[in-house]
T-cell receptor
Framework: AQSVAQPEDQVNVAEGNPLTVKCTYSVSGNPYLFWYVQYPNRGLQFLLKYITGDNLVKGSYGFEAEFNKSQTSFHLKKPSALVSDSALYFC????????????FGAGTRLFVKA | KAGVTQTPRYLIKTRGQQVTLSCSPI?????VSWYQQTPGQGLQFLFEYFSETQRNKGNFPGRFSGRQFSNSRSEMNVSTLELGDSALYLC?????????????FGPGTRLTVL
């Protein structure tokens, strides 16, 4: 069965410091990986995705993520955090063998302190 | 281009009633997916429609149903509401029926069952 794990419920970082939000996955078949962000009382906003090719994916708002096949990970990173990055972040996966179903991680709440 | 719209944004119902939620995808998008978001269960996939056909369904009871119209607009219906159905219901649209396509989410409908 497909699954996505976000091992940290919450990540705290000071403004200006680099941030990492972790994601690992377990799937059969090729994974297609996504990161979304959710602000209070809003839907999810797409940040970036990995389909194939370069393992380092760059996305919106200065975020990037690195696909690591051997570690089955897709961690989200940003070199310098902003207070406005504080939100709930979701990692998601789809596969060729999973139909058209998207499996989401439980989410990680990011707090950026000024 | 207008984003995904969902109506209504907020709903309050009582146990045993039924409810219909509506989703209008981004113009030109033909795939619509529905998700239930709760604090305890996170984001759970309900179903996905493409060209008026349900292609995949999550693990929800038959009280949850949906449909898609020829203009790609979608509705979901929940009958015989239970307290546990209180949640944020999110709709997402994508251009085509593909595992690599990006989903764009609406703001959600907040359903409260009393």
């Amino acid at each position: 069965a497909q699954s996505v794990a976000q091992p940290e419920d919450q990540v705290n970082v000071a403004e200006g410091n680099p941030l990492t939000v972790k994601c690992t996955y377990s799937v059969s078949g090729n994974p297609y990986l996504f990161w979304y962000v959710q602000y209070p009382n809003r839907g999810l906003q797409f940040l970036l995705k990995y389909i194939t090719g370069d393992n380092l994916v760059k996305g919106s708002y200065g975020f990037e993520a690195e696909f690591n096949k051997s570690q089955t990970s897709f961690h989200l990173k940003k070199p310098s955090a902003l207070v406005s990055d504080s939100a709930l972040y979701f990692c998601a996966v789809k596969t060729d063998t999973g139909g058209f179903k998207t499996i989401f991680g439980a989410g990680t709440r990011l707090f950026v302190k000024a | 281009k207008a984003g995904v719209t969902q109506t209504p944004r907020y709903l309050i119902k009582t146990r045993g009633q039924q409810v219909t939620l509506s989703c209008s995808p981004i113009s030109g998008h033909r795939s619509v997916s529905w998700y239930q978001q709760t604090p305890g269960q996170g984001l759970q996939f309900l179903f996905e429609y493409f060209s008026e056909t349900q292609r995949n369904k999550g693990n929800f009871p038959g009280r949850f149903s949906g449909r898609q119209f020829s203009n790609s607009r979608s509705e979901m219906n929940v009958s015989t509401l239970e307290l546990g159905d209180s949640a944020l219901y999110l709709c997402a649209s994508s251009l085509v029926a593909s595992n690599t396509d990006t989903q764009y989410f609406g703001p959600g409908t907040r359903l409260t069952v009393l």
